[in-house]
């Protein structure tokens, strides 16, 4: 079974930091990439990073590259999202998807999380 659960969103001022987690189940985390996708209101959802479960090579979108690291645990399962210098215009639902993952793009999400919000506002 395929499952996914991120935590970790929240209200951060700008300038801080947030670490999103993705707890995905062993098949999730094993037989697929994990992507992040994020959706602010009235704008589509975009994918902004993903990681290989084959060899960990990753990908980020311009706009949170140099802001955002994405990795991987395999003691938890679990794809986290460390995002710092966080910005007004990165207030959003992020979403973990199974993905295709290279190092030049982010696609064909498959499997969904609920979503966790992030919010960045003084």
């Known amino acids: 079974q395929v499952q996914l659960m991120e935590s970790g969103g929240g209200l951060v001022q700008p300038g801080g930091s947030l670490r999103l987690s993705c707890a995905a189940s062993a098949r999730a985390y094993y037989y697929y990439a994990i992507g992040w996708f994020r959706q602010a209101p009235g704008k589509e959802r975009e994918g902004i990073s993903c990681?290989?479960?084959?060899?960990?090579?990753?990908y980020y979108t311009d706009s949170v590259k140099d802001r955002f690291t994405i990795s991987r645990d395999n003691t938890h399962n679990t794809v986290y999202l460390q995002m710092n210098n966080l910005e007004p215009d990165d207030t959003a639902v992020y979403y973990c998807?199974?993905?295709?993952?290279?190092?030049?793009?982010?696609?064909?999400?498959?499997?969904w999380g609920q979503g966790t919000q992030v919010t960045v506002s003084s």
């Open positions: 998807a199974t993905v295709a993952c290279t190092e030049r793009s982010v696609s064909s999400p498959g499997y």
């Open positions: 990681i290989s479960s084959a060899d960990g090579s990753t």
